[in-house]
């Protein structure tokens, strides 16, 4: 088994000890809207996206206590005051401490593919996911998801055209292998070198409801 390692990080947050709901404006000190990246591993994409975007406060979510270390490491490096790292089970920690309607972006990269046939039910992102997650964006949030799977992607991409009360910002098409101005994580990078092609997913919450 790994060994635990203790994060003693300004930008960790330990999910028992917030409140609940949790008090986002007194913990950034700002008013910004929240965004959020779930399974950010070792924080390279949170802290490009995040260095991009001062105006939104990011949560970068993992349960990968290594990757936690690492991203709070980078998030330390880069001096980004508007990030902050949780380890815990996402859905989870949605449902408890994010505010209904209150996120202006949800990042999922190459979240695991779970390639065998009789795992797939256990992928995080199916059409029961992307009805959840809408719950917590606000009207105008952007979803985002992006793997190297084949599989998942074709798969992401076609029920996401009946999920209701989204917009296919990508439209006509279902998903593209390039997404401008989107910045690549490790994995991409990873399985990019190994001339895999990466399926980009975009769409954005129309109203509330
Ligand atoms: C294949 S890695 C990709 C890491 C990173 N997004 C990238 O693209 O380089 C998937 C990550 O998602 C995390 N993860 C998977 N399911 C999760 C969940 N339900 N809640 C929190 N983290 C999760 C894993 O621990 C792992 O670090």
Redesign the pocket.
């Known amino acids: 088994m790994q060994r635990m390692i203790e994060i003693q990080s300004p930008f960790f947050l330990n999910p028992d000890d917030l409140a609940a709901p949790v008090d986002w404006y007194a913990l950034f000190d700002n008013a910004n809207p929240l965004a959020l990246?779930?399974?950010?591993?070792?924080g390279?994409?949170i802290a490009k996206t995040a260095a991009d975007r001062p105006d939104l406060n990011y949560i970068a979510?993992?349960?990968?206590n290594k990757?936690c270390y690492k991203t709070c490491r980078r998030i330390e490096k880069h001096g980004l005051a508007n990030v902050r790292v949780v380890r815990?089970?996402?859905?989870k920690f949605v449902a408890e401490r994010i505010p209904p309607g209150s996120l202006a972006a949800v990042h999922i990269?190459?979240?695991?593919p779970w390639p065998k046939k009789r795992h797939r039910k256990r992928r995080?992102v199916n059409a029961e996911f992307a009805g959840f997650i809408r719950h917590y964006l606000a009207p105008g949030g952007d979803f985002y998801f992006?793997t190297d799977f084949d599989d998942y992607g074709l798969d992401v991409a076609e029920f996401m055209t009946g999920v209701p009360g989204y917009e296919n910002m990508l439209a006509p098409d279902r998903y593209r292998h390039e997404l401008a101005g989107y910045h690549l994580?490790?994995?991409?990078q990873k399985f990019m070198a190994e001339g895999k092609r990466i399926y980009f997913v975009h769409y954005r919450k129309t109203s509330e409801g």
């Open positions: 990246e779930i399974g950010c591993g070792i390279d994409f979510i993992d349960f990968y990757g815990d089970e996402a859905r990269n190459c979240p695991d995080l992006a994580s490790k994995y991409m």
